[in-house]
Nanobody, 115 residues
Framework: QVQLVESGGGLVQPGGSLRLSCVAS????????MAWFRQAPGKQRELVAS???????NYADSVKGRFTIGRHNAQNTVFLQMNSLKPEDTAVYYC?????????WGQGTQVTVSS
């Protein structure tokens, strides 16, 4: 069984930065792709960024140029560097990993952007 554990959320002022990390344990090998999703109150969960084991990345238009996703395959870790944060980035951020038809989720970490 795969477990995903996120960390790094918190409260930050507009224009600030946060770095989220997700560590995969258990049978975490070959999770591909890995991704970050977010869900704001009253809204659907949406894809923020994804990355394959071949380091191909994909970003939501709303975060392009501000967020960077990366992974350390040997450490089963994926991170999300978030810069120039805006109030509309406020949400619970979830780590996700895919293996075949199976999808694994972390418990989520709260990111609040407010002055």
């Amino acid at each position: 069984q795969v477990q995903l554990v996120e960390s790094g959320g918190g409260l930050v002022q507009p224009g600030g930065s946060l770095r989220l990390s997700c560590v995969a344990s258990g049978s975490a090998f070959s999770l591909n792709p890995m991704a970050w999703f977010r869900q704001a109150p009253g809204k659907q969960r949406e894809l923020v960024a994804s990355i394959t084991s071949g380091i191909n990345t994909n970003y939501a238009d709303s975060v392009k140029g501000r967020f960077t996703i990366g992974r350390h395959n040997a450490q089963n870790t994926v991170f999300l560097q978030m810069n120039s944060l805006k109030p509309e980035d406020t949400a619970v951020y979830y780590c996700n990993g895919q293996r075949g038809m199976s999808s694994y989720w972390g418990q989520g970490t709260q990111v609040t952007v407010s002055s």
